[in-house]
Nanobody
């Protein structure tokens, strides 16, 4: 099986920064798109940022100019650099990746367990 493990979450003051990491491991044939989603209490899960294998990126309007997504294909890892954090960024952040586990299989979405990000004074 494929495992996605997030790290880097925590408590930070408004205006501070955090860097999230997500490493994929297991039976991986190829990784395509990767991304970060978040879900706050009482709200729907939303896409924060996505990145293609060729490093084309897209961001939610609410984080443009503050967050940067990147990836290291050799390490099967995606990152999310979060700067100028606001209280409304508080959520559980989930890593997502589209992965084929063999040459004959389709791409499937895999998810990490989530990491808590709390922005508070």
């Amino acid at each position: 099986q494929v495992q996605l493990v997030e790290s880097g979450g925590g408590l930070v003051q408004p205006g501070g920064s955090l860097r999230l990491s997500c490493a994929a491991s297991g039976s991986i044939f190829s990784i395509y798109g990767m991304g970060w989603y978040r879900q706050a209490p009482g709200k729907q899960r939303e896409l924060v940022a996505g990145i293609t294998r060729g490093s084309e990126t897209n961001y939610a309007d609410s984080v443009k100019g503050r967050f940067t997504i990147s990836r290291d294909n050799a390490k099967n890892t995606v990152y999310l650099q979060m700067n100028s954090l606001k209280p409304e960024d508080t959520a559980i952040y989930y890593c997502n990746a589209q992965i084929r586990t063999s040459w004959h299989t389709n791409r499937y979405d895999y998810w990490g367990q989530g990491t808590q990000v709390t922005v508070s004074s």
